[in-house]
């Protein structure tokens, strides 16, 4: 069964301190890898599709890594809009799977 | 590009009555739209897949009966909560497919709150 875990579910950073979020999964064949980003309230925004270990994406201050086991967000030299909450979610075939998601608080 | 939008953004109303909520994709067209569930601080939860002209499939545990879908167009997808109580007060999200890619983008959600 294909399973996505998230760590941590909280991280609190200072503006400026960089960090990872991590996306660990098991999949019986990969179909893509997806990174949304979810403000309270709101629909998930898409941020990124991975789709083979070694693959990378970037936008802005985040960028996407791919394993064959794991996801990273990296988020470089974050800034207060960067708070929200990060979903990792795999392609099952026809729907998301999604993990519970990282939420993240930037304090100036 | 790929904007999708919900109607309503906020619904009350009182036990027993029906509610439909509106999911559209704006810029592209999709044969297949997604219906999620979202309970405080807790992940998306998959309802329903709902396809263009046929009839929509649910997830194990949701009532078909009590959650309606209707698809009948590439940019519209219809999700009616019927003799809707208590429970069911929650963020409804939709999201939409391109056709010929895997990625899901939602649109802003729509929360029920049933008195």
């Known amino acids: 069964e294909d399973q996505v875990t998230q760590s941590p579910e909280a991280l609190r950073l200072q503006e400026g301190e960089s960090s990872s979020l991590n996306c660990s999964y098991t999949v019986s064949g990969l179909r893509g890898l997806f990174w949304y980003r979810q403000d309270p309230g709101k629909g998930p925004e898409f941020l990124f599709t991975?789709?083979?270990a070694g693959e990378e994406k970037e936008k802005e201050r985040l960028k996407a890594t791919l394993t064959k086991k794991e996801s990273f967000l990296h988020i470089t030299a974050p800034k207060p809009e960067d708070s929200a909450t990060y979903l990792c979610?795999?392609?099952?075939?026809?729907?998301?799977?999604f993990g519970k998601g990282t939420s993240l608080l930037v304090t100036p | 590009g790929a904007v999708v939008s919900q109607h309503p953004s906020w619904v009350i109303c009182k036990s027993g009555t029906s509610v439909k909520i509106e999911c559209r994709s704006l810029?592209?067209?999709?044969?297949?739209m997604f219906w999620y569930r979202q309970f405080p601080k807790q992940s998306l939860m998959l309802m329903a897949t709902?396809?263009?002209?046929?009839?929509?499939?649910?997830e194990q545990g949701v009532e078909k009966d009590k959650f309606l879908i209707n698809h009948a167009s590439l940019t519209l997808s219809t999700l009616t909560v019927t003799s809707a109580h208590p429970e069911d007060s929650s963020f409804y999200i939709c999201s939409a497919r391109p056709d010929s890619v895997e990625t899901q983008y939602f649109g802003p959600g729509t929360r029920l709150l049933v008195l």
């Open positions: 979610a795999l392609n099952s075939g026809y729907a998301l799977n």
């Open positions: 810029d592209f067209q999709a044969t297949t």
């Open positions: 709902s396809n263009e002209g046929s009839k929509a499939t649910y």
């Open positions: 991975l789709y083979s």
